[in-house]
């Protein structure tokens, strides 16, 4: 067992909420049709932040509540699928934000997937050369949809959270982890598209910022490959599905975690959702949620939980943790 802490987490979530009644007026589709087909009723959306400004929150918070200076961290991992650019990356903005002038800072793109895989990163980095660092899931996905397509503006919202991790003595930490990528099936969920032309070139790709998704596909792939990712992750770590007190799921929708919960034969009161309030923020969702159920002690030392990510990519992670 890698021994690692989690020493504190936190979110930062954008005031403005927009309800599936306001996207109703502005576009083909009812709150029944949202709600039920994704259990989300609605979504915070930027007026005024970007992705980093999300990002330094959390971090300023997680500083704030561990009592650790800026000085003292290491590194700083943000995972994002809506950066605010390619370059900087985002967690150097918040590394100068912070005046953490020890860290090094970068970005890390898994999509969905992303907070799981920055863990993974994050906890490698700790089992090495180094003693403590934040991860942080931060996204700005309102610039990624198209608001006229209801086949995707309904599913998306904005939101940031994350952890401060570090060595400890203690036993406690990553029991197991599985990781997997699916690029063989990338269509199935495609956004933030650069056009690719130059002097030299014809157009080889035209800009397209927006998500597409065959939401059925993405659907079917989810419900089939999360239940076997955690049957891996469960056989490495040497648990049962009934060894794991809590399962923090991507919170993309309902009706997935529902089915993964079943695949598994667990009561699905031991899978929270929070998707009503928030849509699927990707890499955020993992740690907004952890960071609810920790403040709620749903989540609390002594427990093992495992935080499962899956998206874009196509891509599944999995980590099974002693708390
Ligand atoms: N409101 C009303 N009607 C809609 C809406 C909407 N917002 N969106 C689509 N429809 C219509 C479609 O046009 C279609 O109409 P038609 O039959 O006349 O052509 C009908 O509803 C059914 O469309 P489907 O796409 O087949 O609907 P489905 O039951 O598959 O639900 C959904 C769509 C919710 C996206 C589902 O496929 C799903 O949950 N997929 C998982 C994908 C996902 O969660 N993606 C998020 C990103 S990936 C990730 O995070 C894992």
Not at 92 to 99: C, E, K, P, R, T
Not at 145 to 159: C, E, I, K, P, Y
Not at 204 to 222: K, S
């Amino acid at each position: 067992m890698e021994q690692i802490k989690i020493v504190a987490s936190a979110r930062q979530i954008p005031q403005r909420t927009v309800t599936n009644d306001e996207l109703s007026a502005m576009m083909d589709t009812d709150d029944q049709w949202i709600y039920s087909r994704t259990g989300i009723h609605e979504r915070h959306v930027v007026t005024t932040e970007n992705t980093s400004d999300l990002a330094l929150k959390v971090a300023q918070k997680l500083l704030e509540q561990s009592n650790y200076d800026a000085n003292d961290i290491d590194f700083i991992l943000v995972s994002t699928m809506s950066p605010d650019a390619t370059s900087p990356n985002t967690a150097a903005l918040v590394q100068a934000g912070l005046g953490a002038s020890q860290a090094f800072a970068m970005d890390l793109s898994a999509a969905c997937s992303g907070f799981v895989y920055g863990m993974s990163v994050a906890t490698s980095l700790l089992s090495s050369r180094y003693r403590r660092g934040i991860v942080i899931g931060a996204e700005v996905l309102s610039k990624l949809v198209d608001w006229t397509d209801r086949t995707t503006a309904v599913l998306f919202g904005d939101g940031a959270a994350g952890v401060l991790i570090e060595k400890t003595d203690d036993a406690v930490g990553l029991l197991a982890e599985d990781l997997r990528s699916f690029g063989d099936v990338n269509g199935y969920l495609v956004a933030g598209r650069f056009a690719n032309a130059n002097a030299f070139s014809g157009e080889i790709t035209t800009l397209d910022p927006f998500f597409h998704q065959n939401g059925r596909e993405v659907y079917n792939f989810a419900t089939r490959e999360v239940p076997n990712t955690l049957t891996r992750v469960l056989a490495k770590a040497e648990l049962t599905a009934d060894d794991v007190d809590v399962y923090l799921l991507h919170q993309a929708n309902a009706r997935i975690i529902m089915s993964i919960a079943k695949r598994l034969g667990q009561n699905i009161e031991k899978f929270p959702m929070n998707m009503n309030k928030y849509g699927n923020t990707s890499a955020a969702t993992v740690p907004i949620l952890l960071d609810e159920l920790r403040a709620d002690n749903v989540v609390h030392e002594g427990q093992t939980i495992a935080l499962v990510g899956f998206g874009g990519g196509l891509t599944i992670g999995a980590q099974i943790w002693k708390l």
